[in-house]
């Protein structure tokens, strides 16, 4: 199956009720076990089902996720917290629940290829709730330690609580074929040779849709080591860093407020610290006030960096043109109030504004909370010394954090984003005064989204910004970090920085 290919959509068949034409089906032929038959799982029809908090709440959240379009970072914490008050869930489930929605989402497109090869029909013709009973049990099968008996015992005790007993049948068929091999043995067999077809060994191997690995293997340009290192990366669980709003506290300060061992210091950014798993930013009590928040470090450097960048002339008003939920503007705001000067958050929509607001709360300079457009600005041409445009984009240098991002993009999205993004660019150049600098920042390392639309923009193709602009040299600007390239523009990396793939661009405004 390519890992193109589109899974699922919404289910007209509500989870919990059996559907004997769809759900059962007969999985595909004969498999064995090594070292024998696969055990019976699941246990006897007569035996009621355990019911597993743990599971039902995975599998909640995965439908959500399919059903509604969900974020999965958003449903969860949400589900924990009501089966923590409810069910009495402790630290150990709430460690597995996240294991179980996070390993099945971002290695859905493995688990799916193998899936298919133990079902007699094309994976879309399952239904999406079996199909996420499926992806759950593979997981635990072959991406945790869980005990084969156990893993699918448990996922057949689920299927029989959400879909029914029929099509627990054939959960259970499925699992057993799949606990016929491990998971080296099932990538030998349903990944293309990487002689044969390199980018199609890398999506099925890497659980990756083939025009991602593409795209990202263009941008990151390289052999075959590079691609691989960012793509497992990118289905690694990423550590949670907090940034020391400068003013506010300081990263010392914060350091010893998680008390001893349960963070370390940032690797590039003087502002990060670096949690320990399992660390709760929330029970913080910098992060409750606001003197601290959550913040990946590749943010951090790109905020520092345009706030580092030289400048001639008076350095006294600063804009972050797409500045919700707020995270660049915070550290902005902390930074320019360091120095006297101010920031103007502006946000289009009117919700993430509020997050803005709510993001600069206690700054100790002044700044503002606007909701604009962008591209049809509320202010004078030429009124900042400094911009910053984070513009929207497909987010694929954020795999990691948004684990089923990776499914729901398509091709297609990357120019879909590019007037908006050469818009907001040109924008910010006619919003910053003649010697001022702007930064343009995406969370995407798609060429179309990074050095096209800045070498479009200064070239005046497809609409003149009326301005000139020159390159300014970003990676001195990101002091210690190492590998940034041939600049002048940078491009962080999760394989190489730790960071998610944040770029920057530097232009100081010329004419
Ligand atoms: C990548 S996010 C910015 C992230 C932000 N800088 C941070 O660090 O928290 C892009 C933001 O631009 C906003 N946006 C989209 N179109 C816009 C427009 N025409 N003008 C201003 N903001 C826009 C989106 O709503 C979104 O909040």
Redesign the pocket.
């Known amino acids: 199956m390519s890992n193109d290919q589109p899974r699922r959509r919404t289910d007209s068949n509500p989870a919990g009720k059996q559907n004997r034409s769809r759900g059962g089906g007969r999985p595909g032929g004969p498999a064995q076990r090594p070292g024998g038959p696969a055990r019976r799982a699941g246990g006897g029809p007569g035996r009621r089902p355990q019911r597993d908090p743990v599971r039902m709440l995975a599998f909640e959240v995965l439908r959500a996720v399919d059903e509604r379009d969900a974020y999965a970072n958003l449903v969860l914490p949400a589900l924990l917290r009501q089966a923590q008050e409810k069910d009495g869930l402790d630290r150990r489930d709430a460690a597995l629940a996240t294991e179980l929605v996070y390993g099945s989402l971002r290695r859905r497109g493995t688990y799916d290829a193998i899936i298919a090869a133990c079902v007699d029909r094309p994976l879309r013709e399952v239904d999406p709730p079996v199909l996420d009973v499926l992806s759950l049990g593979a997981h635990q099968l072959l991406g945790t330690r869980i005990p084969p008996h156990a893993a699918v015992s448990a996922t057949v005790d689920l299927a029989r609580c959400v879909l029914g007993e029929g099509r627990a049948k054939f959960v259970n068929a499925v699992m057993r074929r799949v606990t016929a091999r491990d998971e080296e043995e099932w990538l030998d067999r349903v990944a293309p040779p990487y002689e044969d077809d390199p980018e199609e060994h890398l999506a099925v191997v890497h659980s990756h849709p083939r025009w991602i690995v593409s795209a990202l293997w263009d941008a990151l340009g390289g052999g075959r080591s590079g691609i691989e290192e960012l793509l497992e990366a990118d289905n690694a669980r990423p550590e949670v860093t907090l940034v020391a709003r400068p003013g506010r506290i300081t990263a010392e300060e914060l350091l010893d407020g998680t008390g001893g061992d349960a963070a370390e210091p940032g690797r590039w950014s003087p502002y990060a610290v670096r949690l320990a798993e399992g660390g709760d930013p929330g029970a913080l009590e910098a992060v409750r006030d606001n003197r601290a928040g959550v913040q990946d470090e590749g943010?951090q450097l790109v905020a520092a960096a345009l706030a580092a960048a030289p400048l001639n002339g008076p350095d006294r008003l600063w804009l972050?043109?797409?500045?919700?939920?707020?995270?660049?503007?915070a550290l902005l705001a902390a930074l320019a109030a360091g120095r006297g000067a101010a920031l103007v958050a502006?946000?289009?929509?009117p919700h993430?504004a509020r997050l803005v607001a709510r993001a600069l709360q206690g700054n100790p300079g002044p700044y503002q909370v606007i909701t604009?457009?962008?591209?049809r600005p509320a202010w004078r041409p030429g009124a900042f010394d400094r911009v910053l445009v984070?513009?929207?984009?497909t987010g694929l240098g954020a795999l990691r954090r948004r684990p089923e991002a990776r499914w729901r993009r398509r091709a297609e999205d990357v120019a879909a984003f590019a007037p908006?993004q050469r818009g907001?660019l040109r924008s910010a150049l006619r919003a910053v005064r003649v010697g001022g600098v702007v930064g343009y920042a995406t969370?995407s390392p798609h060429p179309a989204e990074t050095r096209a639309v800045v070498d479009d923009v200064l070239r005046g193709r497809g609409g003149d910004s009326g301005v000139g602009a020159e390159w300014v040299d970003a990676r001195p600007l990101m002091p210690g970090v190492p590998e940034l390239g041939a600049g002048p523009d940078v491009q962080l990396w999760p394989h190489l920085h730790g960071t998610d793939a944040m770029y920057l661009a530097l232009l100081r405004r010329t004419a």
């Open positions: 943010s972050d043109g797409c500045a919700g939920p707020g995270g660049k503007a502006s946000e289009k929509q993430r604009a457009d962008g591209t984070d513009v929207p984009c908006l907001l969370c």
